[in-house]
């Protein structure tokens, strides 16, 4: 499995940006693609993750309400787009995949077995 997201850059605080991840390769039973983000400093965190059978998403609390992701299945995309965003989402995004997830594993960094390059999202205050 490869994927690759793009989408990233630098965007006023309150303003809109679109991340997309595409993946090559293999699907597996219960699989879950996501987003996780890293600031400087900081570890690795859970943004949001959907379910690729049944469409169901996931979201961290800080961003449930402003993010939103949705998947093709036929372009084996995954989009996460961003609203109303705040200097701290100000990270190094990343998408991800895993199979064979339970939904309480869902939202673990260590659960992902595959991920992309990241791509940057900057917001400035």
């Known amino acids: 499995v490869q994927l690759q997201a793009s989408g990233g850059g630098l965007v006023q605080a309150g303003g809109s940006l679109r991340l997309t991840c595409t993946y090559t390769?293999?699907?597996?039973?219960?699989?879950?693609m996501g987003w996780f983000r890293q600031a400087p400093g900081k570890e690795r965190e859970f943004v949001s993750t959907?379910?690729?059978?049944?469409?169901?998403?996931f979201y961290e609390d800080s961003v449930k309400g402003r993010f939103i992701i949705s998947r093709d299945k036929v372009e084996k995309t995954v989009y996460l787009q961003m609203n109303s965003l705040k200097p701290e989402d100000t990270a190094i995004y990343y998408c991800?995949?895993?199979?064979?997830?339970?939904?309480?594993?869902?939202?673990?960094?260590?659960?992902?077995?595959?991920w992309g390059q990241g791509t940057e999202v900057t917001v400035s205050s």
């Open positions: 991800a995949a895993a199979g064979g997830l339970i939904i309480s594993q869902a939202r673990v960094v260590g659960s992902y077995d595959y």
């Open positions: 959907i379910n690729w059978d049944s469409g169901i998403p």
């Open positions: 390769g293999r699907r597996f039973s219960r699989y879950f």
